[in-house]
């Protein structure tokens, strides 16, 4: 079965074409072969704490590294959804920012602080529902910049815990440091 990217709809596997929307479905099979088997459920510790990929719980601060970095998650928009931001766009989350890198040469790269972070949602339509891709929604206290998004990325329900829980426990994080500054 080759499904349709744009619509969701069921062609045969030789289909050139999406009998009901009209998409060409020459890259269909090309990225199906190239996509990373689907992580599925969230991984949870015994305590049902979010795992990021680094194999940790999303909130763990690194013993005798206050304020070290972790990497929770890495990803970048779907070739089969955007081929072009495929190449160009890439995505990281740590334990206090979100990074956003775009473009080939003089790439621009733009950070969002997770404690700013308001809220996350994740929009699909029913051909990324069928893949698994979706978009992140952000939305941040940053009156400057309130709006951000990650374009169809894979396990997009799981990117979103991921940064809910991140920014929870980041802000987390600053209410003690500021609490031990007074
Ligand atoms: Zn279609």
Redesign the pocket.
């Known amino acids: 079965m080759a499904f349709?990217p744009?619509?969701?709809?069921r062609n045969a596997d030789n289909a050139r074409f999406?009998t009901?929307?009209?998409?060409q479905l020459a890259d269909v099979a090309e990225a199906r072969a190239a996509m990373d088997p689907p992580v599925g459920t969230h991984r949870t510790d015994r305590d049902g704490r979010m795992i990021a990929d680094d194999g940790l719980p999303v909130g763990q601060d690194l013993d005798g590294e206050p304020g070290g970095e972790r990497l929770l998650w890495k990803g970048r928009p779907s070739k089969l959804f955007s081929p072009i931001r495929s190449l160009t766009n890439r995505y990281k989350l740590t334990n206090e920012r979100l990074v956003i890198e775009r473009g080939f040469v003089g790439r621009r790269t733009e950070e969002i602080d997770l404690y700013r972070v308001n809220d996350v949602a994740v929009k699909q339509n029913p051909?990324e529902r069928v893949y698994g891709m979706g978009d992140i929604l952000i939305e941040t206290t940053d009156t400057t910049a309130p709006d951000w998004s990650l374009l169809n990325v894979r396990d997009p329900d799981r990117v979103k815990d991921l940064i809910r829980e991140a920014a929870r426990a980041e802000r987390q994080r600053r209410r003690v440091l500021l609490r031990d500054e007074v």
């Open positions: 349709c744009d619509c969701g709809t999406c009901t929307c009209g998409r051909g």
